[in-house]
């Protein structure tokens, strides 16, 4: 019997991150996500992701060092992207970044672990600089050059629009961030693995990962969220609007998760932060059409006996469009934010690498005789 959507396999040990699905927790490395978001910036959770532990000062200065530095994206990979249609989705466009980026890393097809803890803080530099290059390529404008002063989520924002986000701003971007940096054998992270354990390069694991990330099931569900948000535009319309999709039999985008059977602790990290947001801001409608359809969704999945929660994407949705981001970009923070756990898996899958190699079932026919072409049809 194939266990459909390899549920419930464990592929792998991992040091990294654990899901309590039933109790709706997140831990990396023994830390709780709640306690990480709240105590640690994003570039500390990298150190914690790649070097097993929360950084002392003098580590941090040293990893900011290097991630600031390595922020920088030759000309040659701008010019890679200047060159794709505007109409290219922006996951397809890093997808290309990511994987011209190895033409020239010259440590490309070096699989030792130092070179392989290089890429990782190279690559995690470079994706928002290739995501805001993306974003203004298409919308006729120069990319602008990254910043050595700001945090790199902060960073992100700035590269985006030219101008420095404010605290509030930058810290909500850092913690999404911090959120989105690893969450155990996701679809995208197994994709990764897979490609590595055959030997292939980190860059290959990353563009393998990016392309998985990209499909509404997994990273791209935040894109399909703010879509919603929009299309049902107010308030009052949430309900009538989520009650006639469910009739329909369509999935809501934002809902469910393979692992948690509760809350995903991330959803109401995210909702904190886009009521920091609404309230700043004064617009309160996304907010408020997020509410109305989790209370929908509530109801309706309770009287169905299938209890469905909001993930990591049906918060996030509104605190970037409320940042002023576009929300076919949505995904693309994502994959920038989880090149940290990516990465980190790589590293743990070649500490003791076996091929990823598992078995289908063969359900087709038997026995058959090749006909001559004539006698086929
Ligand atoms: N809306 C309505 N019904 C749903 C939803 C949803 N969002 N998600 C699951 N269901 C129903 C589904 O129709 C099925 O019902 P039935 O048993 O009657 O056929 C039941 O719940 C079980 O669904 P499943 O597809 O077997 O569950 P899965 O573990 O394969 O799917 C999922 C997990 C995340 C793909 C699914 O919940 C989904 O499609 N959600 C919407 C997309 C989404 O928000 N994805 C982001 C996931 S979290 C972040 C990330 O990993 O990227």
Redesign the pocket.
């Known amino acids: 019997m194939s266990s459909r959507?390899l549920?419930g396999v464990v592929v792998a040990e991992t040091e990294l991150s654990k899901i309590y699905g039933e109790e709706g927790r997140l831990v990396y490395r023994g830390y709780e996500i709640e306690d990480l978001a709240e105590h640690a910036t994003f570039e500390e959770v990298c150190h914690l992701l790649w070097y097993g532990e929360l950084p002392t000062r003098e580590q941090l200065a040293a990893l900011n060092e290097r991630l600031v530095a390595d922020r920088d994206v030759n000309s040659e990979v701008i010019d890679i992207l200047r060159r794709l249609p505007p109409s290219t989705h922006p996951m397809a466009a890093l997808r290309t970044g990511a994987s011209a980026l190895a033409s020239f890393d010259p440590e490309a097809e070096d699989m030792s672990p130092e070179a392989n803890q290089r890429k990782a803080i190279r690559l995690t530099a470079k994706m928002p600089t290739l995501t805001a290059a993306i974003d203004r390529l298409r919308n006729g404008k120069e990319p602008i050059a990254p910043s050595k002063d700001l945090g790199l989520a902060a960073n992100f924002l700035y590269m985006l629009s030219g101008s420095e986000p404010d605290e509030l701003n930058a810290r909500i971007m850092d913690v999404a961030f911090t959120l989105h940096a690893e969450?155990g054998m996701?679809a995208s992270t197994f994709a990764a693995r897979v490609t590595v354990a055959t030997l292939s390069d980190m860059h290959s694991g990353v563009v393998s990962a990016i392309g998985t990330l990209k499909g509404?099931?997994?990273?791209g569900?935040n894109e399909r969220v703010m879509e919603m948000l929009k299309a049902i535009g107010e308030p009052e319309n949430a309900e009538p609007w989520v009650r006639a999709a469910?009739e329909r039999k369509e999935?809501?985008?934002?809902?469910?998760?393979?692992v948690y059977k509760a809350l995903?602790p991330r959803a109401p990290i995210l909702k904190k932060l886009a009521e920091e947001l609404a309230a700043k801001g004064g617009n309160t409608k996304w907010l408020e059409i997020s509410e109305r359809i989790q209370a929908v969704m509530r109801e309706e999945m309770g009287k169905r006996g299938?209890p469905?929660y909001p993930?990591?994407?049906f918060f996030s949705a509104s605190v970037y469009y409320t940042l002023g981001i576009p929300s076919d970009l949505f995904t693309n923070i994502f994959a920038c934010a989880r090149t940290a756990g990516w990465t980190a898996h790589i590293m743990e899958q070649l500490k003791d690498n076996r091929l990823i190699r598992p078995k289908a079932e063969y359900v087709g026919p038997l026995g058959k005789k090749v006909q001559p072409i004539e006698r086929r049809g």
């Open positions: 959507g549920e969450h996701n509404p099931l997994h990273g569900a469910l999935r809501i985008m934002g809902f469910g998760h393979r995903d299938k469905i993930n990591v994407d």
